[in-house]
Nanobody, 124 residues
Framework: QVQLAESGGELVQPGGSLTLSCAASGGTFAMYAMGWFRQPPGKGRDFVAAITRYGGTTDYADSVKGRFTISRDNAKNTVYLQLNSLKPEDTAVYYC?????????????????WGQGTQVTVSS
């Protein structure tokens, strides 16, 4: 079973940047496709970005395409989300998730394990 721990969330001004990290433990990290999701205040949890087991392919929600970048370091058992050009509407709790798979594909759903989340607030 994989345990996930997000970090890096904080208060940032509009237009600013931030890097979120998600450290995995308890499993073979390269056996998992990874994803980032977010839940704005009072709303449901939405897909943000996904990456394949070895990082060869990524996928993004239209709302973050061109501003956010997902990456992973399998040697460090960590997945990252670089957030640039942040907007107030990016304010949310950000979650990372892991899905065990044999395939080098990205997923928007069907994740098996979730972290506790990290708060990102974009405000002046």
């Amino acid at each position: 079973q994989v345990q996930l721990a997000e970090s890096g969330g904080e208060l940032v001004q509009p237009g600013g940047s931030l890097t979120l990290s998600c450290a995995a433990s308890g499993g073979t990290f390269a056996m998992y496709a990874m994803g980032w999701f977010r839940q704005p205040p009072g709303k449901g949890r939405d897909f943000v970005a996904a990456i394949t087991r070895y990082g060869g392919t990524t996928d993004y929600a239209d709302s973050v395409k061109g501003r956010f970048t997902i990456s992973r370091d399998n040697a460090k058992n960590t997945v990252y989300l670089q957030l640039n050009s942040l907007k107030p509407e990016d304010t949310a709790v950000y979650y990372c998730a892991a899905r065990r798979t044999l395939f080098e594909v990205t997923y928007k759903n069907g994740y098996d394990y979730w972290g506790q989340g990290t708060q990102v607030t974009v405000s002046s």
